[in-house]
């Protein structure tokens, strides 16, 4: 469980490094950039009050970890997808893959 909660703090200083980086050096028409690094700021926030109100913080903590390998597992198979669609490629066993030529 504290691993979780040093991994938090370790993202937090490293997104903060990078707010102050965007903000000393940012061009004031994209407004959009510091935004997105204090929402993910927020968001890290908001799961650690979230675990707070928890009797058993590890299962929860084990949950969202889940979740988010979940998550990530899935976008790899829809970017693998998208990349075997594309560029018109067969997987074989072994997940070797072969390339298809495209004839003409």
Known sequence: MQDYYLGVL???AILLSDLSLILKNRNSEYI???FIVLRSLLD???HL???ETHSDKATEITRINADSYKH????????TDS???IRSATY??????NETKHRT
């Open 49 to 51: 009050l979230y675990l």
């Open 32 to 34: 959009s950039t510091p």
């Open 83 to 85: 990349n075997v669609s």
């Open 44 to 46: 890290d926030f908001m």
């Open 10 to 12: 370790r993202k937090q």
């Open 92 to 97: 074989k066993k072994g997940n070797k893959l």
């Open 72 to 79: 990530s597992f899935h976008s790899l198979k829809d970017l």
